[in-house]
């Protein structure tokens, strides 16, 4: 009797099982997660930092790049200030109203750049004789000399040499060739590197 | 029927000048040909064939400074190269080449170290000229070429009185270096390393050269010895612009342009070194190409100082200066470039006419003015020692080559063959080393 009263629960236990199995039992509710807001922020606020820094990254990069620009355009412009060419008559060595304004534009760049030298090298065209010549591009680059000497450059920031008829431009017996090759060059000799833009 | 007189009795006194030194070479040079050089009247010369490996160079080289000289007419044709060779080394034949029209027959016998040269006087039926001329050098080297030059110039100086100019070299610039030539055309090469150079000269003995050379801080003198190849810098004006200079006729000194700022003006400094005396005052000008008058006292030079170019003459102390070429104000004519014969006679220039260069002379007595090309551009011209030839640069063939001008027949040839050949100086009779 005992043996069978103890078998019972057994056999309940059983006939609910098999009942489990011919009926579909609803489904569990999943456990709920255990949520750390904190730890979410954390997160949150670490990946918009690097967003943060990322955009400060490519702002600075743009405005870097901008400033560059900037400065490069400058630079270049105080670099064709100071480079331009000069042109001349025939057999002169009178600066045009011309070369006076090209000259004005190196006189601001200068000013702006006590550390640049500048080298002017006269030329002439191929009508005279070589040798004359010669002496013609002298006078040539010293007359844009003085013309910025007088207007407060320091002399020994200039220096000049001549090259006569022998640094053609332009080749061809015309005066378009010939008006090319009356010239003064200016080359840049120190302090190119970090030009200021002229005021 | 006067004016021809005056010409005339001109020519007389002109004759008498030039006389004492032919007189003097005569009786120094002891029988002198009986030929007298007229102008317009160029004797018959025959160089006969000349035996030995070198022989036909010789012959070669004999007929062409003959030639080149342009006071004989160098004898050659089928009829004169046959009688030459049927005559051969054993004597000559008067007869048959006075039928010829020679009035002078060389024979030239080489030797190991030289050649012995006979000159007959076809007219006299004579022997004028025999001597022993040593050959330096090897066969055909710049040395040999140089003594068989020589001997060409002694048999010209046999035949019409006046040492030919064989013997010598000719200075110019090409692509950045100074070149140097034989008078025939031979051996050019370059004596200056690569740069850019201008304005080579000569001293007057032939063994340095000058010239102005393109260095970072401006354009220097730089002098040369030709035999050791050194080359020091003038330091007298040291930067800036210093160009075209110069040798005083007896080498010690040099004249040339300087200009740092205000214009070029010339100067005069010691070749060996002290400082430099200014002879021009230009204020603010450019005066340079000076050119030393044979006695050393007078400068030729070009001067901008009245506006355009033009060529003035001036004391060795740049006192006396004066215009020498003769220019309308207004006009955009350009004369520069002198150069003062050895005779101190006449300069040499080139002169603008219509926008073109051409190479002119004036006689220093009565300013005469005489144009002597009109082909191309035609620039830079130097005289030969004999005064009578000019080298030039010339533009005619299309590129820049130097040229030679016979002053007095108008004759040319061009002696340079290679593009851009320009500023030629010819030198001084390159005396043998001893």
Redesign the interface.
């Known amino acids: 009797m005992t043996r069978t009263i103890r078998l019972a629960p057994i056999a309940l236990l059983a006939a609910a099982a098999l009942a489990a199995c011919g009926k579909k039992a609803p489904p569990a509710p999943p456990p709920a997660p255990v949520v750390n807001q904190d730890s979410i922020n954390a997160e949150q606020a670490r990946r918009d930092s690097i967003a943060r820094a990322e955009q400060a990254r490519r702002d600075s990069l743009a405005k870097a790049q901008a400033d560059a620009d900037r400065l490069r355009q400058a630079q270049a412009a105080a670099r064709k200030a100071l480079t331009d060419v000069i042109y001349f008559d025939?057999?002169t060595d009178s600066l045009t109203n011309a070369s006076r304004g090209t000259l004005d534009a190196k006189i601001a760049a200068l000013s702006a750049n006590p550390d640049v030298k500048l080298r002017v090298a006269g030329n002439t065209d191929d009508?005279?004789?070589?040798?004359?010549n010669?002496?013609?591009g002298?006078?040539r680059a010293?007359s844009a000399?003085?013309y910025l000497t007088d207007h407060g450059i320091t002399a020994d920031r200039i220096?000049?040499?001549?090259?006569?008829e022998?640094r053609p431009v332009a080749t061809g017996e015309d005066e378009a060739a010939w008006s090319q090759n009356r010239r003064d060059e200016f080359e840049i000799t120190a302090g190119g590197d970090n030009l200021k833009a002229t005021p | 029927m006067k004016r021809f007189t005056c010409l005339t009795l001109a020519a007389v006194a002109l004759a008498a000048v030039a006389s004492p030194m032919r007189a003097q070479q005569d009786t120094t040079r002891g029988v002198r040909i009986g030929l007298s050089y007229q102008p317009g009247v160029k004797p018959g010369v025959v160089v006969m064939p000349v035996s030995g490996s070198w022989g036909d160079s010789v012959q070669a080289m004999l007929q062409r400074d003959l030639d080149f000289g342009d006071r004989v007419t160098v004898m050659s044709g089928d009829a004169v190269n046959a009688t030459a060779t049927a005559q051969g080394s054993g004597g000559v034949n008067f007869g048959v080449w006075s039928t010829l029209g020679a009035a002078a027959v060389v024979q030239v016998a080489l030797a190991p170290t030289g050649a012995h040269v006979i000159l007959y006087d076809i007219a006299a039926r004579r022997v004028a000229q025999m001597r022993d001329f040593p050959l330096g050098g090897r066969y055909g080297d710049a040395h040999w070429r140089l003594d068989v030059h020589g001997m060409s110039d002694e048999i010209e100086r046999w035949i019409t009185g006046v040492r030919g100019i064989a013997r010598t070299r000719i200075l110019y610039v090409r692509a950045g270096r100074v070149y140097v030539i034989d008078s025939d055309g031979y051996g050019a090469h370059a004596v200056t390393e690569a740069g850019?150079v201008?304005?080579p000269a000569w001293s007057p003995d032939g063994h340095t050269i000058a010239y102005?050379k393109?260095g970072s801080?401006?354009?220097s003198i730089e002098i040369r010895d030709l035999d050791s190849d050194a080359e020091h810098t003038l330091s007298a004006t040291p930067g800036?612009?210093n160009?075209?200079p110069a040798f005083a006729p007896d080498g010690k000194s040099l004249a040339y342009?300087h200009?740092?700022?205000?214009?070029?003006d010339i100067y005069v400094a010691n070749v060996a070194g002290g400082p430099a005396r200014r002879v021009t005052v230009g204020r603010?000008t450019?005066?340079?190409?000076p050119s030393f008058s044979p006695d050393g006292s007078r400068l030729a030079f070009?001067s901008?100082r009245n506006g355009?170019?033009e060529v003035y003459t001036a004391d060795i102390d740049g006192s006396n200066t004066e215009l020498l070429t003769p220019f309308n104000f207004g006009d955009?004519n350009?004369r520069?470039?002198p150069e003062w014969s050895p005779d101190g006679l006449t300069i040499a220039f080139?002169s603008q006419l219509a926008?073109r260069?051409q190479i002119m002379t004036i006689t220093l007595r009565d300013r005469t003015v005489k144009q002597l090309t009109n082909d191309g551009i035609n620039?830079?011209p130097s005289w030969a020692p004999d005064g009578r030839h000019l080298v030039f640069t010339s533009s005619r063939t299309g590129a820049k080559q130097l040229f030679v001008l016979d002053t007095e027949s108008g004759r040319t040839r061009q002696l340079t063959h290679a593009d851009g050949a320009?500023?030629a100086a010819w030198s001084r009779y390159l005396a043998p080393t001893p």
């Open positions: 025939f057999d009508r005279g004789s070589d040798e004359y010669l002496a013609l002298q006078r010293a000399k003085r220096d000049v040499i001549s090259y006569g022998e | 850019t201008m304005g102005s393109l801080n401006g354009w800036g612009l160009m075209t342009g200009g740092l700022e205000n214009g070029t603010g450019d005066n340079v190409s070009t901008g355009h170019p955009q350009y520069s470039n080139q926008g260069f620039e830079d320009r500023l």
